[in-house]
C-alpha cells in the first residue's frame, strides 16, 4: 500500500512495527488536541526566544451537525460534511465569510491512497466504497489516469463552489508550495476561471518534521494565498519592489532558494489572475511564472559572496 513515507515493517514474529508507531503519535495528536478543547490557549511571545501560553478561559464544546438540513433547521454552529468540495450544494450560496482551506499540492502526495489505510476501519460507517473517494480525489498521478487537465478541471469547480458560497465580502484564503512550475498554472488558471482576484500572497513558514510532506529537500515556505470576489486595495500588499522582497526572503526569513523560487511563483500567479499572460508570455505561461528565477539565483551567488 502507497503510503507514508516508508514501508510498512512486518517482523518475522509478523508484528507491524511502523504502524503501531504511527498510530500512537496520531493517538498522541487526538489526546493533545482534546485537552487544547478543554483548555484553549494562545501563544504570546514573552521576549524574541521565550514563547508564553495564555488561558483564554474559554472551552471548546459544540454540537457537531453532521448534516446540512437538520444544522440549518436547528440553527447549528458547527457542521462536518464528508463529501467532495465540487459541489457544495447543501450550503446555502453568499452565506460564508471565510473559507479558509488547503488544497491538494497537484502530485505531492495522493490522499485517497492514505485514506486506503483508515477505510478498512471505517468503511462500515460511511456510505462510499474506496473506489468513489479515489475518483473525487483531486491530485496528478498519470498511473491512475488523473492527468493536469483533470486537476484543473477539479479544482475549477471546486473554486467555483466556494465562489457561490462566499459572502460578496467574504474571503478564501489557503497555502500551497510546489517546486514545479506547471503546478502553479494549473493553480492559477483554476483560480482564474472561477472568477476570483487574488488580493494578497504573504509567505509563511510550513509544517515541522514529523509532517509527511517534509525531508530535507522539500519546500519549507508556504505560500499563504488570499483570494476576493472583488480586487480591494489591502494594506501592506504590494508594497515592495521585487528587490527588496528577495533581500527580505533571502537575508530576513533565510529561505532556502527552491523556497524563494516558490513564493515568487505565487506573486506571478497574482499577477496571472488579476490581469492574464501578455501578449509574449501567451504561449509560454511557464516562462512568465519563471521572471524572476535568473535574479534570485543571481541573489544567491551575491549574498553568498558577501557573506563568505
Ligand atoms: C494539502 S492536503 C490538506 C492537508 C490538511 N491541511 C491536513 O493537515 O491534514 C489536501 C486535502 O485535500 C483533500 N481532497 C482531495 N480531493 C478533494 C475533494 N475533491 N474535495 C475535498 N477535499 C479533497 C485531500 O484528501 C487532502 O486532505
Known amino acids: 500500500m502507497p503510503f507514508h513515507r516508508e514501508p510498512l515493517r ?3 514474529s509478523g508484528q507491524v512495527h511502523w504502524v503501531v508507531a504511527v ?3 496520531t493517538f498522541q495528536k487526538m489526546i493533545k488536541g482534546k485537552k487544547y478543547c478543554r483548555r484553549p490557549y494562545e501563544i504570546r511571545l514573552k521576549d524574541d526566544k521565550e514563547k508564553l501560553k495564555v488561558f483564554t478561559g474559554e472551552k471548546i464544546k459544540d454540537h457537531v451537525y453532521t448534516s446540512a438540513d437538520e444544522y440549518y433547521r436547528c440553527n447549528g454552529s458547527s457542521l462536518i460534511l464528508n463529501q467532495t468540495s465540487e459541489n457544495l450544494c447543501n450550503i446555502r450560496n ?3 465569510d471565510v473559507i479558509l482551506t488547503d488544497p491538494p499540492y497537484y502530485d505531492n502526495l495522493i490522499y485517497s491512497d492514505l485514506s486506503a489505510f483508515f477505510y478498512v476501519w471505517i468503511k462500515d460507517r460511511i456510505s462510499f466504497g474506496h473506489d468513489d473517494i479515489t475518483d473525487k480525489s483531486i491530485f496528478v498521478a498519470s498511473d ?9 478541471q477539479q479544482l475549477t469547480r471546486v473554486f467555483r463552489e466556494c465562489y457561490q458560497k462566499l459572502k460578496d465580502n467574504g474571503i478564501v484564503v489557503f497555502s500551497y508550495h510546489h517546486n514545479k512550475v506547471e503546478a502553479w498554472i494549473s493553480l492559477a488558471r483554476s483560480i482564474k476561471d472561477s472568477g476570483f482576484v487574488v488580493t494578497n500572497v504573504l509567505p509563511i513558514r510550513s509544517e515541522g518534521n514529523s509532517a509527511y510532506h517534509s525531508s530535507e529537500r522539500s519546500i519549507k515556505w508556504d505560500s499563504i494565498i488570499v483570494l476576493r470576489k472583488k480586487e480591494t486595495t489591502v494594506p501592506g500588499a504590494d508594497i515592495c519592489s521585487s528587490d527588496e522582497m528577495l533581500r527580505f526572503c533571502i537575508q530576513e526569513l533565510k529561505m532556502k532558494k527552491s523556497d524563494v523560487i516558490s513564493f515568487f511563483r505565487s506573486l506571478k500567479l497574482k499577477e496571472y489572475v488579476n490581469h492574464g499572460l501578455n501578449a509574449f508570455h501567451e504561449n509560454d505561461p511557464g516562462q512568465f511564472f519563471d521572471t524572476y528565477n535568473k535574479d534570485i539565483i543571481n541573489a544567491f551567488e551575491n549574498y553568498n559572496s558577501i557573506n563568505e
Not at 491512475?144 to 484543473?152: N, R, S, T
Open 10 to 12: 512486518i517482523m518475522s
Open 144 to 152: 491512475k489516469d488523473k492527468g493536469p487537465e483533470q486537476y484543473v
Open 23 to 25: 498510530s500512537k503519535k
Open 94 to 96: 453568499g452565506s460564508i
